[in-house]
């Protein structure tokens, strides 16, 4: 089995950039730090090449035996993962969707991989972020989808656009806003439906929420105030297809 | 008006170890970070000292000025806050509660503020942490419930002796559960309720799941996997007592 000792070794250089956002979207690859994530990269077969401190855990023909401190330079936590993957973004594609979450402008790794977590686990078909939302191959993203984002199609597109296309394709799109909305208990539901969540500070786009069939908010009685990721949780709940009972 | 430039001064170095857990509890007090928590503290009252580069913004008798690093030196965050407040801790009474979250050694910061952020909008009464959740003045919780800490009684308990006094009260108390767990949409609901959410890892510890008065799943289409969070909103949504329409 191959091994590398020292973070001077050229590739090990050249992974370590896949830290930053611009050589991720130059080269098309990025990094998946710990064993959970690496298991579900490798399910779905995007992974180029293993390094870890205990390369027999894999069952995989492109495993390399480093140190800790090799992995480290690998790695924007400090959690003392011990393996850590290079994988290729792949670009997937979307098609005829029943079920899309729609996310204009998220700001926070946490929130946007939680999102991802949830439409996958209520069956949603898709995420689709605008341009402006943080970048996807971030490390807290990756985290927060717990390896969800490899199952779930997720795209970004310039969201006036994409939602025309939906609208056209008979997908009702509702905007969640706190003023002049339906409360959610009120809300059309339909068979191909989308949802759209917007920034944590400022929320959906006017232009967006114009564009929407719909504008939903969600009933409360304290606090006019949701994380976004959490009201996201309570619309997809409701809006999911088949529920296993 | 008062005024402090160096970080040397003594009154600062005191102030500052306040970031620590151990000097927070042997003093009662605590920091609270940013325009928005300090003006929440400021309403009910919990304030001592405020300092800030801007201290003309804020009406209350004891406002120190001062510059920006030694700001900094009170802070947790690299956000570039312009004003730090010296709180009180108050411990509040939880009398005869309708709606209790319960939350059993719930580890990370922003699952912790956001779970009370959330509790609060849904008008919940009161949330109850187990002696093993992460501490509730941490500077990451502060923020993530966005102010909600200041205005729903948030109390540290032995979760066991509590949850047997609640029932003692009349309060139906259910536990979220993956096993041998009703669907949400089947649960019994009560007058008074009380939800208790685990662990991130490991959920809600057996002792209490057998004490629970029944054990309730979130029922998912997909992938058998939801943020704590996000699981408690969409609980908490569905218990709410008075929906403002």
Do not use: H, W
């Given at each position: 089995m191959e091994r590398i000792d020292s973070t001077s070794n050229q590739r090990i250089k050249n992974w370590a950039k896949l830290l930053q956002k611009?050589?991720?979207?130059?080269?098309?690859?990025?990094?998946?730090?710990?064993?959970h994530?690496?298991?579900e990269a490798l399910k779905?077969?995007?992974?180029?090449?293993?390094?870890?401190e205990h390369p027999d855990q894999y069952r995989f023909d492109h495993v390399i035996e480093a140190p800790s401190h090799v992995i480290q330079k690998l790695c924007s936590s400090r959690s003392g993962t011990?393996?850590?993957?290079?994988?290729?973004?792949?670009?997937?594609?979307?098609?005829?969707?029943?079920?899309?979450?729609?996310?204009?402008?998220?700001?926070?790794?946490g929130?946007?991989?939680?999102?991802i977590r949830?439409?996958?686990?209520?069956?949603?078909?898709?995420?689709?972020?605008?341009?402006?939302?943080c970048d996807l191959y971030n490390e807290k993203v990756l985290r927060s989808t717990q390896g969800a984002v490899f199952q779930i199609p997720v795209v970004r597109r310039n969201l006036s656009d994409y939602v025309s296309s939906l609208?056209?394709?008979?997908?009702?799109?509702?905007?969640?806003?706190?003023?002049?909305?339906?409360?959610?208990?009120?809300?059309?539901?339909?068979?191909?439906?989308?949802?759209?969540?917007?920034?944590?500070?400022?929320?959906?786009?006017l232009e967006l929420q114009k564009q929407a069939d719909q504008r939903v908010r969600i009933e409360m009685s304290g606090f006019?105030?949701?994380?976004?990721?959490?009201?996201?949780?309570?619309?997809?709940?409701?809006?999911?297809?088949?529920?296993?009972?």
């Open positions: 611009k050589e991720r979207d130059k080269t098309g690859l990025f990094l998946a730090e710990g064993d994530l690496i298991e779905v077969g995007i992974v180029d090449v293993i390094l870890s011990a393996s850590v993957a290079v994988c290729r973004m792949e670009e997937p594609s979307v098609l005829q969707p029943d079920r899309v979450l729609i996310l204009d402008g998220i700001q926070d790794p929130n946007l991989g939680t999102l949830t439409a996958r686990s209520f069956g949603f078909d898709a995420v689709v972020t605008s341009e402006t939302s609208q056209k394709q008979g997908v009702y799109v509702i905007a969640t806003t706190l003023a002049e909305a339906v409360p959610m208990k009120e809300m059309n539901v339909s068979d191909k439906m989308a949802v759209i969540l917007g920034n944590e500070g400022n929320g959906v786009s006019e105030s949701l994380n976004v990721a959490v009201a996201g949780g309570i619309l997809m709940y409701q809006l999911q297809k088949q529920v296993k009972i």
